[in-house]
Antibody
Framework: QEQLVESGGGVVQPGKSLRLSCVAS????????MHWVRQAPGKGLEWVAT????????FYADSVKGRFTISRDNSKNTLSLQMNSLRAEDTAVYYC?????????????????WGQGTLVTVSS | DIQMTQSPSSLSASVGDRVTITCQAS??????LNWYQQKPGTAPKLLIS???NLQAGVPSRFSGSGSATVFTFTISSLQSEDIATYYC????????FGGGTKVEIK
């Protein structure tokens, strides 16, 4: 069974850091580009960041560029999101998601496998 | 940046009704357009990829069409289990989502 499980969410003060993790199982993790997508309470979906399947290419939304870093450890089937200088507007459920297509150079596309999400609350 | 505008933002329809949602891109995105269903408290689910490709296991009452800048998502006969918010998503340039359409039962 293909599965993504996020962890690391919690309550953090503005300006502080948090690291999210997403552990994959049931599929060949190293063959898929991976994404982080977030959803603020009561709001729509917002793409956050993408990493290619080999980990060499990273892409970020303007709203997080320079503050967030996406990374992956293919030996541990783990995707990470390091979030620094957090702001109140970063409060959201953070989902990791997998690209539909495997072993493709283009990392953007349909996202067919999602985790259950982890809630990050930035508040003093 | 490509802007994705969904309409309506919400709708109410009866069981058995035909429901149509529109997604308009601010520039030509070819067919790089996907549709998702999100039920409350759960992660989004991919229903349709590349404008019209129904994903395996998705009921045939769901369909998508369009190209370039205007796309439509249709539920041919609304069922109670279709109550959800639906999102379009483009990946022609980067990746971003429309604002969502909340579908409710009348």
């Amino acid at each position: 069974q293909e599965q993504l499980v996020e962890s690391g969410g919690g309550v953090v003060q503005p300006g502080k850091s948090l690291r999210l993790s997403c552990v994959a199982s049931g599929f060949t993790f190293r063959s898929y580009a991976m994404h982080w997508v977030r959803q603020a309470p009561g709001k729509g979906l917002e793409w956050v960041a993408t990493i290619s399947f080999h980990g060499s290419d990273e892409f970020y939304a303007d709203s997080v560029k320079g503050r967030f870093t996406i990374s992956r450890d293919n030996s541990k089937n783990t995707l990470s999101l390091q979030m620094n200088s957090l702001r109140a507007e970063d409060t959201a459920v953070y989902y990791c998601a997998r690209l539909l297509f495997s072993d493709v150079a283009a990392p953007m596309g349909p996202l067919d496998c999602w985790g259950q999400g982890t809630l990050v609350t930035v508040s003093s | 940046d490509i802007q994705m505008t969904q309409s309506p933002s919400s709708l109410s329809a009866s069981v058995g009704d035909r429901v149509t949602i529109t997604c308009q891109a601010s520039q030509d995105i070819d067919n790089f357009l996907n549709w998702y269903q999100q039920k409350p408290g759960t992660a989004p689910k991919l229903l349709i990829s590349d404008a019209s490709n129904l994903q395996a296991g998705v009921p045939s009452r769901f369909s998508g069409s369009g190209s370039a800048t205007v796309f439509t998502f249709t539920i041919s006969s609304l069922q109670s289990e279709d109550i959800a918010t639906y999102y379009c998503q483009q990946y022609h340039t980067g990746l971003n989502f429309g604002g969502g359409t909340k579908v409710e039962i009348k």
